[in-house]
């Protein structure tokens, strides 16, 4: 499954197209490698735009394997973006065959490698892709560690350490993985008082963190260097909790449940109802039987007190952060995109449920086994087949039962990050090409952008210049979301699938130029 996916990556990864953050993004990489190659003299990367506040191994990785390797710099973000994916889906994988066996961590890895949201957001998300493989190898150590308390071998010690300086290098949200490890812990030293005495609890609890130390002084030198701003200030990682905690941008209103609603007041069903719309219906059905499995395996005696913990702790690292972001109702934006980082544990969850379905199965003999197995493929195959019609915007998918792509095109956003651009440029220039059209003398072709004007201008090439002031433009190209206005214009081009419009390229040539934007109603 692993070798499928990096092959079908190899061949697709130059498909996908820039969106608001990537230019910035490879801004900031570059300026971390100048940091690093100045001895520290050019220290712009600490202070750049506010993307110092969050880490830039990704962004570094990127800006050094673009040196190196035969493609340009935001092909090779894209190729960078999948080899960090496919890393998530093998950490993955090891995550879910030990909680729940072989076939749930193969189940787990078909989940997650047939999961749209996970699969699109691993080429193109700079920020949230990333720290989801962060925080599942995170997760991962974790589950080790408690499993193995209160000697915790060295390899367990070294995979939560990087856990640590990968997660909190890249996002301090990687701060909520604590309650989930602490409650893990608290439940096993309960158990250990309860069974052996405080003074023995006492004693293992001080054994587990003695070896556990190393682990904090590892992912300190970790995030050091994927962050450097966190540390050149003890406080400085609660410097930008706390930026974080309250919305830093002018507020926008984004699209949802049909609806224009300010991002700092979106409803606290936010993330529940997006994540059923969106996340295949296997995954959904067997992450809920999978929670119902956890619940019965954690309240059995019979089952280990370290296995139960980890079980715990597995739940805690998909639902807590849901149910803090409903209670504390931060600014919600770009559908789930933050929160991808549930959906690893979440597949887990789901593996552990198809190893249970299908040991219930051989009871019954080879048929039941067979019919189980015709199910589980149709269910993967569904959301294959949508990944295939959408490519390469997967991260737009929502399922069948939600009605879809064009269901979703009036009620939620889509292509918020603005990916269509560059098949409409690609479409844009060969069109002009074929009819053997030039720009007018002494200036090139000019672009009025409804969208990433960065990505656009990128994706047409050094044949044009963008401008958001349509009235000096030949051509106009913008994104089919509600506040790109549907013009009357001529089409030159335009990004479809499903039926549901994402680009059109307007020819403004001859006429008088039309405002670009809506104003959405109060």
């Keep these: 499954m692993l070798a499928i996916v990096a092959i ?77 994916g496919i890393i998530g889906l093998f950490v993955t994988w090891r995550l879910g065959r030990r909680v729940g066996g072989p076939i749930a961590g193969c189940a787990t890895l078909i989940l997650l490698a047939t999961c749209p949201l996970y699969y699109g957001h691993m080429f193109i998300n700079p920020k949230d892709a990333p720290f989801a493989t962060a925080m599942v190898i995170l997760l991962f150590g974790i589950v080790r560690a408690l499993d193995e308390y209160p000697r915790p071998s060295i390899r367990t010690v070294v995979i939560v350490g990087i856990g640590l300086g990968v997660a909190f290098g890249s996002r ?21 008082v309860r069974a052996n005495g405080l ?17 904090l002084g590892l992912g300190y030198i970790i995030m050091g260097l994927l962050w450097p701003w966190s540390v050149v200030s003890p406080l400085n990682p609660l410097h930008a909790a706390e930026y974080f905690d309250t919305f830093f941008e002018k507020p926008w209103e984004e699209l949802y449940a049909g609806q224009q609603i300010p991002v700092p007041n979106m409803p606290p069903s936010y993330l529940p109802r997006l994540f ?24 059995r005696s019979a089952v280990p007190v370290n296995r139960r913990a980890s079980l715990i702790t597995l739940a805690l690292a998909v639902i807590l952060p849901i149910i803090v972001a409903m209670v504390m109702r931060p600014a919600l934006y770009n559908g789930v995109r933050h929160f991808i980082f549930v959906v690893p544990p979440f597949a887990v969850i789901g593996g552990m449920a198809v190893a249970l379905l299908v040991k219930r199965a051989k009871r019954h003999g080879k048929a039941a086994l067979g019919v189980a197995a015709v199910v589980f493929a149709g269910g993967v195959t569904l959301p294959v087949i949508e990944m295939v019609r959408l490519h390469p915007y997967q991260y737009t998918s929502f399922n069948l039962a939600s009605g879809g792509v064009p269901m979703a095109h009036d009620n939620y956003m889509l292509d918020y990050w603005g990916l269509a ?50 009235k000096l433009a030949d051509f106009a190209m913008a994104l089919g979301t509600f506040y790109c206005r549907h013009l009357q214009a001529p089409i030159m081009a335009t990004v479809e699938r499903e039926g549901v419009v994402y680009a059109t390229v307007y020819d403004f040539r001859g006429r008088a130029p039309e405002p670009l934007t809506t104003i959405p109603p109060p």
């Design 172 to 192: 301090v949200l990687a701060g909520i993985a604590a309650p989930c490890a602490l409650v893990g812990l608290l439940f096993i030293i309960a158990m250990d």
């Design 199 to 215: 003074k023995p609890a006492t004693q293992h609890l001080g054994q587990f963190i003695w070896i556990m130390l190393p682990a």
């Design 8 to 84: 079908v990556a190899v061949f697709t990864f130059r498909d996908y197209g820039l969106g608001w953050d990537d230019y910035t993004h490879s801004q900031y990489g570059d300026l971390l490698l100048k940091l690093y190659g100045s001895g520290f003299a050019d220290d712009r990367a600490l202070s750049f735009v506010n993307l110092f506040k969050y880490g830039g191994g990704f962004d570094m990785l990127a800006a050094l394997a673009a040196k190196v390797l035969p493609f340009g710099l935001f092909e090779t973000r894209r190729l960078i973006g999948a080899v960090i």
């Design 421 to 470: 651009f560059k098949q409409a440029a690609e479409e844009l220039r060969e069109r002009l090409k074929a009819a053997g059209e030039k720009p007018p003398a002494g200036r090139k072709w000019v672009v009025a952008i409804c969208g990433p004007q960065p990505g656009a201008e990128v994706s047409l090439g050094p044949q044009f210049e963008t401008t958001y002031d349509q």
């Design 276 to 299: 059923a719309l969106k996340l295949p219906e296997i995954v959904t059905a067997l992450g809920v039987l999978g929670f119902a499995g956890i619940v019965q395996l954690a309240t």
